[in-house]
Structures are given as structure tokens and as C-alpha cells.
């Protein structure tokens, strides 16, 4: 938002305050039909603002001195100097106006001492219907033979016509005496004076005017007297400034629409800072009409299109920062901010005087206080989001307080802006490339862990000591039974091949995992003696498993359950339940039950164990529960996924 | 001898006990097989074992305590294990040999042949000896010995700070795992050669050393010959 009303600043001069966005020209005029104000504090502050030429939010304090001082003054007269010499230009900010319509008002004779006298900043001319505002201009020295005097005339939502010393030199628009006959032109004008005319001594410059059409105003009216020259080159610095932030801006958001493109992964930040950026690219295609000509009858879809592109605007701002800083309830304080948003508009509408200040701070501290909680919370980038907004916050809250008068230290805004701006853009990059750093190292990380365990996987199924084992047993079978010794290799090369072919996943068929506990039940049969069976308890073969969970289970079921030479049964069982799927396998061992007994911890953090917690972990992180426990003579193993799980 | 196979695989097991009569037959009276820790501890209160052949599953915690428990015994331990990367371990513990699986013919006969001490011991690398005391097993670091001294079936262990320990392994076979600078100078005595101050002829064919806490330990004809040779060297 900052950024709007530097831009503003930049391209204005003498700029409204972006605060005065969507307050309607009649809400004003209405306000101010009857005041006649010339308050001294808001002389002085007019004089300041002559010499220091730029300002943005000083508006503000012109309508808060106006509404609230209400102060009625039947002034002096009211001029300006301006000298060939010395000044390129200056802003016609004070006039004396009259309500109604004489051409007489033109000429110099006539007196305006008992007109009132107020300020063109505040939108509009004056009330609705037709008037005149005239000023004095003083000319101090001779025009160079290159230059002449000009004045230009900006958002001025009238009909009007321009005359220097009584003579008429431009019209735009065709001034009217009701809705029908007024025809409102461009929406900036220049007119040159004469060099005849623009001789050295005292001149009267007078706008005869109608406003019969309601204008949606989004920048303030401006009358500058200055050199052609000069308003030239003046108009060239700006457009230059422009084009430079328009290009930063550009390849800022074409990278990061470029990174989200490209990137696998979904990363919604990434194009939320393109419409981020965009927006500013769009705002400043919109604000060309600072420098072209829009016709004042389409000026009010252009104004409207404008608004409703800064809300939106602050929205995806919000919505960025959410989505940067990972913040959980994204939508609620999204929600909440809109209704911040909505109840300061409505504030506005109520009381515009004194809500217009809070409205520009709404974003700026909301951001404040977001980037805030993330720096609590240790997020990456949230100290760079913190510093930007404060930034943005400062340059606020200066402007405002330069407009109030409170601080008189000036900053040109031509200097602050593509400070702002440069420190705007780099930190969001800053941020945004952190957070891709991050997520390459924290996938990176990821590939590694999956890769760990499928070594780890790899390594427990033929780890040296279980082949040379079973190696050893076939040597003991090999004479006396060759049958068992011939089933035995068959048994260890079936599961050697389903292993082989599984290691690299992330998931199996179940069908597949039951197929390896069977082959390993054969395989630990034959070399302990003993008759080992699974019993298959409603499984739905279509589900996958991460693999080797239960082979892992039954191998340390097995070991620990189980005497040499003792039979033993294993019931795998599935059982799904209002989303929940539930895995059970039990065992007859009959060793466990003396050694729980004597106080043993069946399931003490084995390795075999961590590495099925690390495998559901993996599959199904944050929605798995492992339990275990003696469940009447069976021992039993439960793994709970819940739902969302799969 | 008797001999007890503690082994948790069935046919592993008959495949030792067939090896090992096959190899040392005629000097063995009895082969008994142990699949668990239960078996094994029914078998050794029945009689008395010279030698124990064990699978132990040293990849998990519980292996090295078995190992420690099976030690502190008189009788000798082998292991026979796919695990060979923890044989170093095991040394340290005091077990007389490591065979690896898948058990190789020659390879166990050769730890039959150190056990019957016809076989050149390699230089051991026993680090601890394990005592049982009130039935708690407490390690006792070898480098903290003086000297060993045979009392009736046990044997008495002097450590340097002056205590005393008894331990129920037999001089004859504490002298196969004890490290190389250990020397039987008599009958019941084993010295931690690195201590001896001086050694010397009393006359009348009896010797004496004297160690460096300047106690007067018997000494063997034959170890005071041995010195002799160590010291012209």
C-alpha cells in the first residue's frame, strides 16, 4: 500500500493520499459546502508544501485541519510568485472561489476580496453546479527565448475554461449550465502562455467551471505554473523512475511464475508473489492516466477498476505473507482480515475524517503483527517479512507525520521510493529464496532418509549373520535332508527375489508382504525346527503397505515368542473403521508370556521395531499408531492408520 | 570331557554335535545340546561341563551379558557365530576361541586342539575377567593383576591396590586366555611378569621373586630357566 502512495507521490507531486481512495468527491463537497476555511496552520503548511514541492500524505492534514478546525476566514488575496529566474514551478494550490457563473470574474477589476477562499486539493473545483476560482500570479523576471510558461491541469472533474488576464486560452470540456449541457473532457491539460502575455508584473489566472457529473476520485486535483521545460524533463525523470520499477517488479514476478512453473512441488507462494508483483505492474500500467489523458467520462471505471485492484491487492498481500510464513489457519485469518478490512471502509464512509488514517495502517500492522508471530515461532524469511513491513510501516507513519506537521524533516519521495521498492523486492526474493533453499535441503533430506531406509531394509533381510545362518543350516540338512535342505534354498531365494524387487519402494502390495512373511516363516521353519503358519484374516489384497512392516514383526515374533522346535501360528488381520484402517498380528509364542511376566519389555526399541516406526512414519506421517500388548493367550501387534491416512 | 552345544538352531546344533564326534570322539564321554538359556543352565546343574560351544546372537544387547555369564565359569567357552565382527569382543571377555559360521571342519578342530593345548595359543586379547560374586557378575580389568594363586578348586586373583577376588576358572585354563606377559613361576602361581623385582636361587634347588610390593612368591625350576632366557635376551 506504501507503495501506491509513494507512487502517487512520484508521479503527483503533490499527491492526494492514497487513504482518500473510494471516499466519493460528494461526501466532501457535501462535508464542506458551507465552510469557508483559511485556517493559518494550514496556510503555513500550503507554504511549506510550496517549497518542498512533493509530498503525499499531506492531504491529510489538510482535510483533518479543514473538518476539524472548521475555521471561517475571509482572507486576503490570494497569489503566488513565480520568477523566470529561479522557480521551474509551482502549485496554484489556494484560489478564491465563487459560486455561480459571470464572465465579468475573468478580469481583474472585478474584486474577489469577499470571495472565500479554498484549497482545489480536496477533488473538486468546488460544490456541484458552476463557479470560479481565480489566483494572482506574480512574474518576476523574463522568459528564455527557449522556454515559455505553461500551466498544467490535472484531475480536475469539471468542465472548464482557463483565463489568463481575462483573455480565454484553453477550454476542456464544454462548460455547462445543467447535466445535459456540460461536457466533461481529458483528465490532464496543458496550456501554454503567451510570451506577450507572460510579461513580468501581476496577472490574474481565473478557471470558470461546472461540475454537474459526480466523480469517483482517485487523485486530487493540481493546477502547476511552470516552465515547459522543466514540466518536460520533470515527466521524463518520472517515466524513467517507472520504467525502472516496472522492470525490477517484471522479472521478479516472471522468475518466481518461471520457479512455480518448474517447480514439482506445489509451491503457492511462489505464485502468489507473481500476483503480487503483477499487481504493482498492473497499478503502474493504470497510473500512466498520471501522464495521459483519460477522458473524465470514462474516469470513473478506470478510478473503480483501480480500487477494487488495491484491495485485491492487500488481500493477496495478506495471503502471501499466510502462505510464506506457514501459517495453519490461513483461511480464518484471511476471513477476519477481510472483515478489518471491510469494517474500516465502512469506518471511513461514517466518519472520513478521522478513519482515513486508520485505514492505511490496517495492511501494514496486520503484516507487522503476522510477521511477528512467524519470527516467533522461528520461521525462515519471517525476520525479512518483519523488517520489510516495519519498513513500510516507517515510511507510513513518516509521511503521515510529515502531513500532520509533526515532523518537518523532508525526504524526497523520488529518493525514498526506489529505496523502498529495492529494499521491498529484495527482501521478498531474500525470503522466497530462502524458503526454496529450505525445501531443497529439507527434500534432499528426504531422498536421503528414504534411501537410508532402504538400505536399512536391504541390510536386515540379508545382513551377513541371517544369510551365513541359513547358509549353516542348509549345510547341517545338506546330507541328511536333502529335501528340507532343497525347500529351505527354495524358501530363501523367494524371498530374496520379492526383497530385491520391493527395496526400492516406497510401498507394496499386501499381497506381496503376506507372499514374504510366508516365504520367511518357511525359511526360520526349517532351520528351527518347527511348523510355523499365518493365518489370513480378512485382508483386502488391493491395499498396499510400506514394506516388510509386518515381515520385520513376524521375524521378531519369531525370535522372541518362540522356542526352537516349537510350532507357532500368526493371525494378520485388516479390519476398516469409520476411516480408520486397522492392522492386527498375533502370535502363540509362548515365551513372552513368562518373559512380560518377569518384567521384559517385549517390544524394547529394537532395531527391527524402529525401522517399521520409521516406515509408517514415512508413509503415513503424524496419522499411525503402533500398539502392542498380551491380549488373553495371544500377543498382540495393532497398527491404527486414521483418517486421511492413505 | 563333556561338552554342551548351546545353540538355538536344531539342525545347526546336530550338525556341531556330529562334527565334534567325528573330530574328538574317542576323548569326549558326553555331547549335550542346549537350545535356550533354560536348557543350558539344566544341563550344567546336572554335571559339570569342560568345554561350551556357543551360537550366541551378539547383535543383540542380551549377547554379551550371556557371554559374561557363560565366563565367569570354570569350564572353557568357543563361540560358534555368523557375527565375526564381534569376535574382538568376545576375546576381551576371556572365550578361548571364535569359530565363524558356517563352521568350518579344520577351524573348530583347531580350537579343540587349543583347548587340549597341543594347538599355539595366539597372543590373546583378554581384557576382562569375569568373577561371580553373591550371584552378580563383576568384571575385573587384566591389567589391574598382580599375580594368580590356585587355591583348591578356585583361584585367587591379587590385584595391585591389594584386594583379592576368587575365580572359579582353573589355573590351567586361565593360563590359555591370560596375555602373553603373564608367566605360570610355579605350580599354583601366575605372574604378571612386568612386576617381578628380582629372581633368584635360594640353594637347595628351591628359587624365590620378589615382586615390586615386595612380596616373596615360590618360584619353579623350569620359569626360574625361563627368565633366565628372557633376561639373556
Request: with cysteine; hydrophobic share 45%.
Amino acid at each position: 500500500m506504501i507503495f501506491i502512495i509513494l507512487q502517487a507521490s512520484l508521479n503527483q507531486g503533490v499527491s492526494k493520499c492514497s487513504l482518500l481512495r473510494g471516499v466519493p468527491s460528494r461526501d466532501m463537497s457535501g462535508a464542506w459546502r458551507d465552510i469557508v476555511p483559511d485556517p493559518f496552520d494550514t496556510c503555513r503548511l500550503m507554504d511549506h508544501l510550496m517549497l518542498i514541492k512533493r509530498d503525499s500524505v499531506f492531504l491529510l492534514s489538510t482535510i483533518l485541519m479543514l473538518t476539524l478546525l472548521r475555521a471561517e476566514a475571509r482572507c486576503q488575496s490570494v497569489e503566488v510568485v513565480f520568477s523566470h529566474d529561479s522557480s521551474s514551478q509551482v502549485y496554484l494550490a489556494r484560489w478564491k472561489f465563487h459560486e455561480g457563473d459571470s464572465l465579468e470574474w475573468s478580469r481583474e477589476r472585478r474584486d474577489d476580496s469577499r470571495w472565500i477562499t479554498k484549497s482545489i486539493l480536496n477533488n473538486n473545483p468546488g460544490p456541484t453546479g458552476r463557479g470560479w476560482l481565480r489566483t494572482s500570479v506574480i512574474i518576476d523576471g523574463i522568459p528564455r527565448d527557449d522556454d515559455r510558461l505553461v500551466i498544467r491541469v490535472q484531475h480536475l472533474h469539471a468542465a472548464y475554461e482557463i483565463f489568463w488576464d481575462g483573455e480565454r486560452i484553453g477550454t476542456n470540456g464544454l462548460v455547462g449550465a445543467d447535466r445535459e449541457s456540460e461536457q466533461r473532457g481529458l483528465s490532464l491539460r496543458t496550456f501554454m502562455v503567451s510570451r506577450n502575455a507572460a510579461s513580468q508584473g501581476r496577472h490574474l489566472l481565473a478557471i470558470r467551471y461546472s461540475q454537474f457529473h459526480d466523480a469517483f476520485m482517485l487523485y486530487e486535483s493540481q493546477v502547476v505554473l511552470g516552465r515547459e521545460t522543466h514540466l518536460e524533463s520533470q515527466f521524463l525523470s518520472q517515466y524513467r523512475n517507472r520504467l525502472f520499477f516496472l522492470g525490477g517488479c517484471f522479472f521478479g514476478a516472471l522468475f518466481c511464475f518461471m520457479l512455480y512453473i518448474g517447480s514439482e512441488r506445489n509451491r503457492l507462494y511462489l505464485l502468489l508473489f507473481f500476483i503480487y508483483s503483477f499487481r504493482t505492474i498492473l497499478l503502474y500500467i493504470e497510473l500512466l492516466h498520471l501522464t495521459t489523458p483519460i477522458p473524465l467520462a470514462a474516469y470513473d471505471y478506470v478510478a473503480l477498476g483501480t480500487e477494487s485492484l488495491v484491495l485485491l491487492a492487500i488481500l493477496i498481500d495478506v495471503v502471501f505473507f499466510l502462505h510464506l510464513l506457514e501459517f495453519s489457519k490461513k483461511q480464518l485469518i484471511t476471513f477476519l482480515f477481510c472483515l478489518l478490512l471491510l469494517a474500516s471502509e465502512v469506518l471511513k464512509y461514517i466518519y472520513p475524517e478521522v478513519f482515513v488514517l486508520v485505514f492505511d495502517f490496517v495492511e501494514l500492522i496486520t503484516l507487522v503483527v503476522l510477521s511477528s508471530i512467524a519470527v516467533k515461532r522461528r520461521k525462515l524469511g519471517a525476520k525479512i517479512m518483519l523488517s520489510i513491513s516495519l519498513f513500510g510501516l516507517l515510511c507510513s507513519l513518516y509521511y503521515a507525520l510529515l502531513a500532520m506537521s509533526i515532523i518537518t524533516f523532508y525526504i524526497d519521495g523520488a529518493i525514498l521510493i526506489p529505496v523502498y521498492a529495492l529494499v521491498l523486492n529484495l527482501g521478498l526474493v531474500l525470503a522466497v529464496g530462502l524458503k526454496l533453499r529450505e525445501e531443497t535441503r529439507k527434500l534432499h533430506g528426504y531422498e536421503l532418509r528414504s534411501k537410508q531406509l532402504e538400505i536399512e531394509m536391504l541390510k536386515k533381510t540379508i545382513q551377513p549373520h541371517f544369510i551365513i545362518n541359513t547358509l549353516t543350516s542348509i549345510k547341517s540338512l545338506i546330507l541328511k535332508k536333502p529335501r528340507d535342505a532343497g525347500q529351505l534354498i527354495d524358501a530363501l531365494a523367494g524371498e530374496f527375489w520379492l526383497i530385491g524387487k520391493y527395496s526400492a519402494e516406497k510401498e507394496i502390495p499386501l499381497s506381496t508382504e503376506v507372499e514374504l512373511c510366508e516365504h520367511h516363516l518357511e525359511v526360520m521353519g526349517h532351520r528351527r525346527k518347527a511348523e510355523y503358519t499365518l493365518v489370513k484374516q480378512d485382508l483386502d489384497y488391493s491395499l498396499t503397505v510400506p514394506p516388510l512392516i509386518f515381515h520385520t514383526l513376524i521375524e521378531n515374533g519369531i525370535t522372541h515368542a518362540f522356542e526352537p522346535k516349537e510350532d507357532g501360528t500368526f493371525w494378520l488381520s485388516y479390519r476398516q473403521e469409520g476411516g480408520c484402517q486397522q492392522y492386527t498380528l498375533q502370535n502363540n509364542g509362548s515365551l513372552l508370556k513368562t518373559a512380560i511376566a518377569s518384567g521384559f519389555d517385549a517390544m524394547a526399541e529394537g532395531t527391527g521395531l524402529k525401522y517399521v516406526k520409521t516406515r509408517l512414519e514415512e508413509r503415513y506421517p503424524g496419522k499411525w499408531k503402533l500398539e502392542y500388548r498380551m491380549k488373553e493367550t495371544l500377543w498382540t501387534v495393532t497398527i491404527t492408520i486414521t483418517r486421511n491416512g492413505t | 570331557m563333556n561338552i554342551l552345544i548351546l545353540e538355538d538352531e536344531p539342525p545347526i546344533a546336530e550338525y556341531i554335535r556330529d562334527l565334534t564326534s567325528s573330530l574328538i570322539g574317542s576323548r569326549v564321554d558326553r555331547i549335550d545340546i542346549a537350545h535356550t538359556l533354560k536348557d543350558a543352565e539344566v544341563h550344567l546343574a546336572a554335571r559339570p561341563i569342560d568345554l561350551c560351544l556357543l551360537d550366541l546372537n551378539l547383535s543383540q544387547a542380551s549377547g554379551f551379558e550371556l557371554l559374561k555369564h557363560t565366563v565367569a565359569h570354570s569350564f572353557h567357552t568357543v563361540i560358534i557365530s555368523a557375527h565375526t565382527d564381534q569376535a574382538f569382543e568376545a576375546f576381551q571377555y576371556g572365550v578361548l576361541d571364535f569359530v565363524p559360521k558356517p563352521i568350518d571342519r579344520h577351524r573348530l578342530n583347531n580350537a579343540f586342539q587349543r583347548f587340549f593345548g597341543t594347538a599355539g595359543g595366539v597372543a590373546t586379547s583378554l581384557k576382562y575377567l569375569v568373577v561371580r560374586k553373591k550371584n552378580a557378575l563383576h568384571l575385573i580389568s587384566v591389567d589391574e593383576v598382580l599375580y594368580f594363586e590356585a587355591q583348591r578348586y578356585l583361584v585367587c586373583i591379587h590385584l595391585q591396590d591389594g584386594r583379592t577376588e576368587l575365580i572359579e576358572k582353573p589355573l590351567n585354563r586361565l593360563i590359555q586366555i591370560l596375555p602373553k606377559h603373564f608367566l605360570r613361576v610355579h605350580r599354583s602361581f601366575v605372574v604378571d611378569m612386568r612386576f617381578i623385582e628380582i629372581y633368584r636361587h635360594k640353594g637347595g634347588g628351591t628359587y624365590e621373586l620378589k615382586l615390586k610390593n615386595q612380596k616373596f612368591l615360590p618360584l619353579s625350576a623350569q620359569a626360574y630357566r625361563f627368565l633366565n632366557k628372557l633376561a639373556d635376551q
